[in-house]
């Protein structure tokens, strides 16, 4: 069995908030089909987005790229992290993120996630 993302980092003992995964016929702020709207080839949500759950985006960052299996995770799945934080105003604008205080981080195959 596929670990799904939360999962992996739960075994990792990192500890986020999933605020949003599948949203059947959801759309992107521009109008275009969201990757939230479907599952990956795994049966997982494409898309999720999430909070660290003590708030420090840049320990969890730090701690998700340097982990080698959460790493491996990323590049098997084809996938990555877009910060939609408040040290990323420009990104939280154009992705529509900017609607929540604290900002979050999306999950996802997007050209914008690194």
Same mark, same amino acid.
């Given at each position: 069995?596929? &670990? ?9 003992? @990192?500890?986020?908030?999933? #605020? *949003?995964? @599948? ?13 939230? *709207? ?19 985006? #840049?320990?969890?960052? !730090?701690?998700?790229? !340097? !982990? ?7 590049? !098997? ?7 939609? #934080? ?17 900002? &979050? ?10």
């Amino acid at each position: 069995m596929d &670990l799904s993302f939360p999962e992996l980092l739960k075994q990792e003992g @990192l500890d986020i908030i999933v #605020t *949003s995964d @599948l949203r059947p016929g959801a759309k992107t702020k521009q109008g275009r089909t969201s990757h939230h *709207s479907h599952k990956d080839d795994w049966g997982h949500p494409a898309a999720i987005d999430f909070r660290a759950a003590d708030g420090d985006y #840049t320990k969890l960052l !730090n701690d998700i790229y !340097n !982990n080698p299996r959460i790493r491996a995770w990323l590049i !098997n799945h084809g996938k990555g992290i877009i910060e939609e #934080t408040n040290q990323h105003p420009d990104i939280r604008k154009r992705t529509g993120a900017d609607k929540y205080r604290d900002g &979050l981080l999306h999950l996802g195959p997007d050209k914008l996630a690194i």
